[in-house]
């Protein structure tokens, strides 16, 4: 089973497994003198796809009510 399809429900679960991978990998480096270090977040974590938005829409972001009222002509108390 692959480690996406098996963690897909628990992202956070995932990048938190990956990023203590990613940190071992790092102190293998630091401690053999072998390889760069600069691409590991790339190889550990970018891999793994961004939950779609909040809203399910493309666009849709949340939009704190003071900076909705605002864009409306509003005006607070």
Known sequence: ??????????????L???????????DDFFEYGTGQVAGLHD???SWVPLPP???GGEGSAVVPAAADD????ARAA
């Open 1 to 14: 089973m692959s480690l996406l399809g098996e963690f897909l429900p628990e992202r956070l679960a995932l």
């Open 16 to 26: 938190l497994f990956l990023a203590r991978r990613m940190v071992d990998a790092i």
């Open 43 to 45: 190889r550990f974590l």
């Open 53 to 55: 938005p909040a809203g």
């Open 70 to 73: 605002a864009r409306h002509g």
